[in-house]
């Protein structure tokens, strides 16, 4: 007894393939609108750090034990300071948050990252900072001037330099 396989495709035009086609195509349209939809209100350190928010890059003097005590004493200065943080895995790699009002979002944060780079006999102590922001209107641009200017001049207070 011979026994034989029939095998039937469907063609695009069916209804049932393209009632397929058309569900599919629905729902990734929806995942992307309600990915779209989100952004902005769950904005996350790690997607501060995409090169569309990059607002700027310099060279600091010092490490970062310098750099933390300059903030402490800006905090006991000004009452206010930027926070410090330390990778957890890599020491030569930090981040300084400056979240005005304390949010789960990073929408309104800057955020800086650091990296360290030890001496050698071109240079002395130094730290990479690059500079970060959902929003690059002038005084988002400011705040990221004052956390620089906290880390360089610690005892001048924002409303001091306003005085300038």
Same mark, same amino acid.
């Given at each position: ?29 929806? /995942? ?106 002038? /005084? ?25």
């Amino acid at each position: 007894m011979k026994t034989t396989t029939v095998t039937t495709t469907r063609r695009l035009g069916e209804p049932g393939l393209r009632k397929v086609i058309q569900a599919t195509l629905a729902f990734t349209a929806f /995942a992307l609108m309600a990915g779209c939809a989100s952004t902005p209100a769950g904005l996350r350190m790690s997607d501060l750090r995409d090169p569309v928010y990059f607002r700027g890059e310099r060279i600091l003097p010092g490490n970062f034990p310098t750099l933390q005590m300059a903030l402490f004493k800006h905090e006991q200065a000004c009452g206010y300071a930027p926070k410090f943080a330390l990778d957890k895995d890599q020491t030569s790699y930090a981040t300084i948050i400056d979240m005005r009002e304390p949010s789960s979002s990073y929408e309104h944060a800057v955020m800086i990252d650091l990296i360290q780079y030890k001496p050698n006999y071109l240079a002395d102590d130094r730290v990479k900072a690059k500079a970060y922001s959902y929003y690059a209107d002038a /005084a988002t641009l400011r705040r990221i001037d004052m956390v620089y200017q906290a880390m360089l001049n610690p005892e001048v207070c924002p409303q001091d330099r306003a005085a300038d």
